[in-house]
């Protein structure tokens, strides 16, 4: 077989090695809808606010630039670490300074966006003095699972929208503080196999993948839902000596198996994405979890609230499923920093009703 036969052998094998297509999910074609005609579709049928198309394309096409960095990031150099750390005091990687400014450069161009709130800066980027009724305010993961660039595992970015209901005061950065239930969408991206574009606007769950040539996100993975019940859990299990007792009582339960107090077997992920974790957990069902541990209690936990545990929540409960800290629903917390960190246990409802008893028992003693 030479690479002549491979190249000419027809579109679908132009490029990469010949194999024998086995039963798949069958190839989608152009009448799949993209993210523009879907997004018109729900301000027509669900009352979506067409002013937030522009602001939802410009974020669509920094996930469509970022997962390009980082598939071309050895090409380009940008694979390694940038040199500075950012307000968590993480070693930033140049990935996440690239896709930050990614992500500022195309979202600033609505002039409804009156703040942007990042992972990977400190202060609020506040785009207009006077923000009022009708604005938005952008929280944003730039690139979520850093840690994984080196080693060619799924990274991915996140993203969260809310609309101003009053005038807030620009030159305070607690302005923002609002908390996840205000939010009117929400979404992600997960940069691996393809390029997956995940969006709740209030009104369930639809996955796009990105078309390779059309450059297009469309509809792969229509009205998403998690089943109640799971046998997947994914938590950093490193982590054990420092958990509370009730995410050990949780864990130990699980490894106990069929014979133990869950009665049922229970297999294990972790891939230090959350895109990817929650994701997979949108696919076949699951919990994530990272809780507040020895480790980390002293900043809140490990993941922020504002641009990683709001949005991935919104998702997961418009799917079906339930977010909480262990004690209460995330999107009720009440923000009291932009950068604040707290205590996530996402996914089917079974496991997360377990989780929540098992913290209220602690708790009561
Ligand atoms: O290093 P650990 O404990 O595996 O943590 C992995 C977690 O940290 C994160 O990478 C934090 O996100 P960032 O990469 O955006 O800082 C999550 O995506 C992931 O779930
Ligand atoms: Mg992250
Ligand atoms: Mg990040």
Redesign the pocket.
Known sequence: MSRDDVICSGPRYAIGFWSTPTESAPALDDKALTLRETLLNACRSDGLDPDLLPLLEDIATSCRVVSHLVQSGAFTGSLGAAGSTNV?G?AQQQLDVLANDVFVRHCSSSDRVAALVS?EVEEVYWLKDNPGPGDYIVYF?P?????NLAINMCVGSIFSVVRLDREIDASDDRSVLLPGSSQICAGYSVYGPSTSFVLTTGNGVTGFTHQPGTGEFRVTHPDMKIGDTASEFAV?AS?YAMWDAPLRRYFDECLAGQSGPRGQRYNMR?V????S?VHRILTRGGVFI?PCDEGNREQGG??RLMY?ANPMSFIIEQAGGRASTGLERILDVVPTSHHQRVAVFLGSKSEVDVLEQYHREAQQG
């Open positions: 968590q993480e992972e993961d690139l979520d699972g850093s840690s950093n982590r972790w230090a994405s959350m895109v974790e990272y490990k993941l990683e």
